[in-house]
């Protein structure tokens, strides 16, 4: 097939297309004369396998036989052959990637269902506290993903159209709770939404203090249910010094969603343990981020947040 390489360079197929979907035609010649110059075409395969499309024995016409989803796989190898129909027939091979271009058919997810932030209320204007982050399955402009705020009055607060750091843009003193919606729109105005909270304290009262504002940890993708990865602790400052632990639900595998690992207290000294719930697959996430909270004992409780970073290692 002489134009085999340009066949290489341009064959492609849009995702969520039907079955029998126009790809591409190929085409070969054969100088002979008669049948031995009659060409007909086909695919070399394994029996095996499912084909993902067909082709005209007469024309070189390929079609697809299902639909495709780009997030499961983006491209496929197919092997064309051009067959003479001599008695001892000639076969020309053309290898080809077809690949399936991606569809705007997923929009953001946030990595929390809810964020909740506390706030002193002598944080000074300009002041980035918190980062919102989305995730969308897409590819290219489809995934770029741009953040915006519900636009109450005053604008107490403002995100970062692209970084999605949240920051103070007026005085908070006079306000104790805020709440807005921060949106995430991805690249073809797809977009989903999630709450934000944020308690505003007051100076005299502080909320609990991380030992660490973050930890990491590095564990093999063979580590056993209920092992301990990693201590955490927090204390209050003010009044008692004890607090309560919880591992924020996530909405993303990195943010453990499915659950991957628990969180238990460790009553003796006051921290607690994240340990595996789940088998891991390096292949399937290969890291996590955690979000934990930290709430004091008091009759108006304060929390604060760390975050614990996850790195799994292949296992042979």
Sequence with gaps: ???????????????????????????????????????????????????????????????????????????????VTATDQAADPLIGICQLNILILDQNDNSPKFENIRYEYFLREDTMIGTSFLRVAAHDDDFGTNAAITYSMSSEQPEYLR?????????????????????????????????SSVELAVTITNVKNQPPQWEKDSYSVVIPENTVRDTPIVTIKATSPLGDPRVTYNLEDGMVPETNMPVRFYLTPNREDGSA???????????????????????????????AFTMVYVNVTDVN
């Excluded at 035609?25 to 029996?47: C, I, L, P």
């Design 159 to 191: 995100v970062n159209p692209l970084t999605g750091w949240v920051y103070v843009n007026q005085p908070i003193s006079q306000r104790t709770y805020i709440t807005r919606e921060i949106v995430a729109t991805d690249g073809g105005n797809r977009s």
């Design 1 to 79: 097939m002489a134009e085999c390489q340009q066949y290489r360079e341009s064959t492609s197929v849009l995702e969520n297309q039907p079955a029998g979907t126009f790809v591409l035609q190929v085409h070969a010649v054969d100088a002979d004369e008669g049948s031995n110059g009659r060409v007909t075409y086909g695919f070399m395969h394994k029996d095996s396998t499912v084909p993902a499309f067909s082709i005209h024995p007469d024309t070189g016409v390929i079609v697809t036989a299902r639909k495709f989803d780009r997030e499961r796989q983006r491209e496929y190898a197919v092997t």
């Design 273 to 303: 343990s994240i340990l595996v719930a789940e088998p891991l697959d390096y292949e399937t996430t290969r890291n996590f981020m955690l979000r934990v909270r930290a709430q004091n004992v008091a009759a108006v409780p304060l929390a």
